[in-house]
C-alpha cells in the first residue's frame, strides 16, 4: 500500500498544468510566435520539417566532428545559407534550390 501512495499525485496537481500551458502561450503570443500543432491522426503536417532534418543529419552533422559550439554554429550556418537554400534541389518545388525558386515567382500581378 505505501508504495501506491507514494506514486499518486497530489490532489489538483494535474490541473496545474493548465495554466502553465496559459502562461507559455500567453509569452508565445508577447513574442508574435504562432504555435503550431499537427491535426490529430495527420502525420503529414510535419513533413517539410522531418525531412529537413534527416536531410541536415545525413548530410552534414554525422559527416563532421564539432570541436566548439562556436564551430558547429558556425559550420550548420554555412550549410543551410550557403547549401541548403542556395544550391541544394528541393523535391517539393520541382527540383529548383529554394533561391532559385524565388527569382523564378513572378511577382508583377501583385499590387
Known amino acids: 500500500m505505501w508504495l501506491y501512495?507514494?506514486?499518486?499525485?497530489?490532489?489538483g496537481?494535474?490541473?496545474s498544468v493548465q495554466y502553465a500551458v496559459y502562461a507559455y502561450h500567453q509569452h508565445l503570443l508577447?513574442?508574435?510566435i504562432c504555435q503550431s500543432i499537427s491535426g490529430k491522426g495527420d502525420p503529414y503536417d510535419n513533413a517539410v520539417a522531418e525531412n529537413f532534418f534527416s536531410c541536415f543529419k545525413r548530410e552534414r552533422v554525422?559527416?563532421?566532428?564539432y570541436f566548439s559550439r562556436?564551430?558547429?554554429?558556425?559550420n550548420i550556418f554555412s550549410?543551410?545559407?550557403?547549401?541548403y537554400n542556395a544550391v541544394r534541389p528541393?523535391?517539393?518545388?520541382?527540383?529548383?534550390s529554394p533561391n532559385a525558386f524565388a527569382l523564378s515567382l513572378n511577382f508583377s500581378h501583385v499590387a
Not at 62 to 65: A, E, G, S, Y
Not at 70 to 74: F, G, K
Open 5 to 11: 501512495s507514494a506514486i499518486v499525485p497530489l490532489p
Open 13 to 15: 496537481l494535474y490541473r
Open 30 to 32: 508577447n513574442l508574435i
Open 62 to 65: 554525422r559527416l563532421h566532428h
Open 70 to 74: 562556436e564551430q558547429a554554429m558556425a
Open 79 to 83: 550549410y543551410i545559407e550557403t547549401f
Open 90 to 96: 528541393h523535391s517539393s518545388i520541382s527540383w529548383l
